[in-house]
C-alpha cells in the first residue's frame, strides 16, 4: 500500500507540473512546457510555447509567441512584443517595443548624416566662395573647388560640370577666390586671356592646365576678355577700333533742317579694293568681298574685280576670265534646256 501511495503521489505531481496552471517557479529553473501564464524567477529560461511571461533579471526571457517583460535580459526570439531595459538585444523576428531610456540599450545603427545636404544630390555655394562648393551624393557632402581660373556656376545642372569659364558665371556677393597658381605661359591654369595690347586685339590665348594655346580671331575682330568671344573692335572695351583697323570715320556734315543722314556710310579701304568699312556710330567694322570680287563704292556693294579701275590687274584678269568662263555656262545650259527631251543626253 506505501509503494502504491508514494507512485500516486509522484503521478500527481508531474501532473501538476506539465499540466495547464499558473504557478511560481523558483530559481534556476527551466520554466515550464506548454499554454502557461508563469511569473519566473531570477535565473529560469523563460518559458516555451504560447505564453505570456514576465521575468526578473537574469533571465533569458521567452521563445515562442510570446508577450515579454524582460530587466537585463536576452530579449525574446520568435513573434513578440517586448519591453526590455538595459543590457537587451531586442528582437529578431517580429517587432519591438523600448519604453526605457538607457543610452546602454543597443539600437539599430543610425543613419548617416547627411551634413548641409538639403537633398540627396545636389550641389550649392560655399558662402561668399566663387569657386567652392559643397556637392551632396547620395545624402553625403564633400567639399570641392573648381580648378584654378574656373568658377562655380550654381545655376549648372547636376548632370554637368559645374566649374566654367567666368563668362559663363554670375557671382554677384560670391567674391572670393582662391590664390591664382601661374605658370610660365598662363597666369591661371585655365582660361582665355587676351594676347597684344588695344592696337592689336586679334589675338589671345587659351591656357588648360597652365599651357598655353595661342589663337588669332578672323580679320577685323577683335578678342573679348569680358565675352571669351572675338567681337566688332568697337564692341570691345579695351580696344581702339580705328588703331586696330587702321581706318577713321569721316565727319559727316549734319543738316539743320534734315539732321543726320539716315542709314551707314561705306568706304574702300585704300590699300586693298576687296575690303571696305561700315561706320556704325562713328566707329568703323571691316568687312571684305569674296572670290574675284571688289567692293563697289557708286553701288556701295561687291561687283566683279573687273569693273573696280583701282584694283590690281592681276585680280582683275582673273576676274574677266572668271566671268566669261560663267557666260558660256550659262550659254551651254541655256542651249541644252532648248533640245527637246529626246535629244538630251541622260548622264
Same mark, same amino acid.
Given at each position: ?20 496552471? =499558473? ?10 512546457? +506548454? ?23 537574469? !533571465? ?33 523576428? +517580429? ?5 526605457? !531610456? ?32 559643397? @556637392? ?5 557632402? @564633400? ?5 584654378? +581660373?574656373?568658377?562655380? =556656376? ?18 554677384? @556677393? ?29 589675338? /589671345?590665348? =587659351? ?31 579695351? %580696344?581702339?577700333?580705328? !588703331? ?6 569721316? &565727319? ?36 571684305? %568681298?569674296?572670290?574675284?570680287?571688289? /567692293? ?12 573696280? !579701275? ?8 582673273? &576676274? ?17 534646256? &532648248? ?9
Amino acid at each position: 500500500m506505501k509503494t502504491i501511495a508514494l507512485l500516486l503521489s509522484a503521478c500527481a505531481v508531474a501532473h501538476a507540473q506539465l499540466g495547464n496552471y =499558473n504557478s511560481g517557479q523558483s530559481s534556476n529553473s527551466f520554466g515550464s512546457f +506548454g499554454n502557461t501564464r508563469a511569473p519566473a524567477q531570477a535565473g529560469s529560461f523563460g518559458t516555451f510555447g504560447n505564453t505570456r511571461t514576465q521575468t526578473r533579471p537574469g !533571465a533569458f526571457s521567452s521563445f515562442g509567441n510570446t508577450q515579454t517583460q524582460a530587466q537585463s535580459n536576452f530579449g525574446s526570439f520568435g513573434n513578440t512584443r517586448t519591453q526590455s531595459a538595459s543590457n537587451s538585444f531586442g528582437r529578431q523576428s +517580429g517587432y519591438q517595443q523600448s519604453t526605457t !531610456a538607457n543610452p546602454t540599450q543597443f539600437q539599430q545603427p543610425a543613419r548617416q548624416s547627411a551634413g548641409s545636404c538639403r537633398e540627396l544630390n545636389e550641389r550649392t555655394p560655399v558662402p561668399g566662395s566663387c569657386d567652392r562648393y559643397i @556637392e551632396c551624393v547620395n545624402g553625403t557632402s @564633400e567639399e570641392k573647388t573648381c580648378p584654378d +581660373g574656373l568658377l562655380f =556656376n550654381a545655376e549648372a545642372l547636376f548632370t554637368t560640370y559645374p566649374c566654367q569659364y567666368p563668362n559663363e558665371v554670375k557671382c554677384l @556677393e560670391r567674391s572670393s577666390l582662391q590664390p591664382a597658381q601661374p605658370t610660365e605661359d598662363c597666369p591661371h591654369q585655365f582660361g582665355y586671356f587676351k594676347l597684344g595690347d588695344a592696337r592689336n586685339c586679334s589675338a /589671345f590665348r =587659351n591656357c588648360v592646365n597652365g599651357v598655353g594655346f595661342d589663337f588669332t580671331c578672323p580679320e577685323g575682330l577683335a578678342f573679348s576678355s569680358e565675352t571669351y568671344r572675338c567681337e566688332w573692335p568697337d564692341e570691345v572695351a579695351d %580696344c581702339d577700333a580705328e !588703331a586696330f583697323l587702321g581706318f577713321r570715320c569721316p &565727319a559727316i556734315p549734319v543738316s539743320k533742317e534734315l539732321g543726320p543722314p539716315a542709314g551707314f556710310r561705306y568706304y574702300r579701304a585704300d590699300s586693298n579694293c576687296q575690303k571696305y568699312f561700315i561706320c556704325i556710330e562713328g566707329h568703323p567694322r571691316a568687312l571684305s %568681298c569674296g572670290g574675284d570680287s571688289a /567692293f563697289d563704292e557708286l553701288t556701295s556693294s561687291c561687283v566683279s574685280a573687273d569693273e573696280v !579701275a583701282v584694283c590690281p590687274q592681276e585680280l582683275r584678269a582673273s &576676274a574677266a576670265r572668271s566671268r566669261e568662263d560663267e557666260k558660256q555656262r550659262l550659254a551651254k545650259e541655256v542651249s541644252f534646256n &532648248a533640245r527637246p527631251p529626246q535629244q538630251k543626253k541622260r548622264f
